[in-house]
């Protein structure tokens, strides 16, 4: 003969069984599959586009995000993918039916041009995932162009000195005054047959002329000079200065012995 608990035990799993869950056991799931990821909501596109920039020009947007949760919802943090862009959060704890804004600050890298995108992703606390990722985009405009810009050599020897160009055009409508500000260069010497963790600054590097004067559609020539002192690798840069921007050519070396 079955006791009061068998009996009781078989009502509950035919109960279960023919989806009739007690209330109980539906608020408690009810609550736990609430999630802040459908009811915290951006009031926008997750992009948007500053338009045509200067080099030097800083440019924000806000973007919104409204409450409608039935809780009070925390944002962990809200991350740049870099340092060009910088985030103000106007408040961490949003109420239900209260607003966070998110204040991205763009101002272009030293150097950049053409179409530039960057991302702020926003956390919710203790979350491992981005709750939103946020994008933000710009078109620089640059005053002259650079060609190359980033400029290798595969061939250095110790000791020899070797020479490379870069050609500097004016891209602008008006007559443009190109400084160059130094050549930074640093060696990272082949240690035990691999480039180790030393790195060395290297001087003597030159760059000639020092001042390009370029109307509209004229080009000038710069020309880097350096002597290796170590076989591995070198890495520098030559500054380029037009009124307060600045410009960079990048330089890379792979260096062998004599």
Same mark, same amino acid.
Not at 60 to 84: K, L, Q, Y
């Given at each position: 003969?079955?006791?009061?608990?068998?009996?009781?035990?078989?009502?509950?799993?035919?109960?279960?069984?023919?989806?009739?869950?007690?209330?109980?056991?539906?608020?408690?799931?009810?609550?736990?599959?609430?999630?802040?990821?459908?009811?915290?909501?951006?009031?926008?596109?997750?992009?948007?586009?500053?338009?045509? +920039?200067? =080099?030097?020009? !800083? *440019?924000?947007? #806000?973007?919104?995000?409204?409450?409608?949760? %039935?809780?009070? /919802? $925390?944002?962990?943090?809200?991350?740049?993918?870099?340092?060009?862009?910088?985030?103000?959060?106007?408040?961490?704890?949003?109420?239900?039916?209260?607003?966070?804004?998110?204040?991205?600050?763009?101002?272009?890298?030293?150097?950049?041009?053409?179409?530039?995108?960057?991302?702020?992703?926003?956390?919710?606390?203790?979350?491992?995932?981005?709750?939103?990722?946020?994008?933000?985009?710009?078109?620089?405009?640059?005053?002259?162009?650079?060609?190359?810009?980033?400029?290798?050599?595969?061939?250095?020897? +110790?000791? =020899?000195?070797? !020479? *490379?160009?870069? #050609?500097?055009?004016?891209?602008?409508?008006? %007559?443009?005054? /190109? $400084?160059?500000?130094?050549?930074?260069?640093?060696?990272?010497?082949?240690?035990?047959?691999?480039?180790?963790?030393?790195?060395?600054?290297?001087?003597?590097?030159?760059?000639?002329?020092?001042?390009?004067?370029?109307?509209?559609?004229?080009?000038?020539?710069?020309?880097?000079?350096?002597?290796?002192?170590?076989?591995?690798?070198?890495?520098?840069?030559?500054?380029?200065?037009?009124?307060?921007?600045?410009?960079?050519?990048?330089?890379?070396?792979?260096?062998?012995?004599?």
């Amino acid at each position: 003969m079955k006791t009061r608990i068998d009996i009781l035990i078989l009502g509950l799993a035919v109960l279960f069984a023919a989806g009739h869950v007690p209330a109980a056991a539906q608020d408690a799931s009810n609550e736990r599959g609430a999630d802040a990821a459908d009811c915290f909501r951006l009031m926008e596109n997750t992009e948007h586009y500053f338009g045509e +920039v200067k =080099q030097n020009e !800083t *440019v924000e947007h #806000t973007f919104i995000f409204e409450n409608g949760c %039935a809780d009070t /919802v $925390e944002i962990g943090s809200a991350r740049s993918s870099c340092g060009c862009t910088s985030v103000v959060l106007s408040d961490r704890r949003v109420p239900p039916g209260g607003e966070a804004r998110i204040l991205a600050k763009f101002t272009p890298p030293r150097g950049s041009k053409g179409k530039v995108s960057k991302t702020v992703s926003v956390y919710l606390k203790d979350a491992a995932a981005a709750h939103t990722v946020l994008r933000i985009s710009a078109t620089v405009n640059c005053a002259i162009d650079i060609e190359p810009s980033y400029v290798r050599v595969s061939d250095a020897v +110790v000791g =020899q000195k070797h !020479t *490379v160009t870069s #050609t500097i055009t004016n891209v602008s409508d008006s %007559a443009v005054f /190109v $400084e160059t500000t130094g050549v930074s260069l640093t060696s990272y010497p082949e240690e035990a047959g691999s480039v180790g963790g030393r790195s060395i600054p290297l001087a003597g590097g030159t760059v000639t002329p020092t001042a390009l004067r370029l109307k509209p559609g004229e080009s000038g020539v710069l020309t880097i000079g350096f002597t290796p002192a170590y076989p591995g690798q070198l890495n520098g840069s030559v500054g380029l200065k037009i009124g307060d921007v600045e410009n960079v050519i990048f330089l890379f070396a792979e260096v062998r012995p004599k």
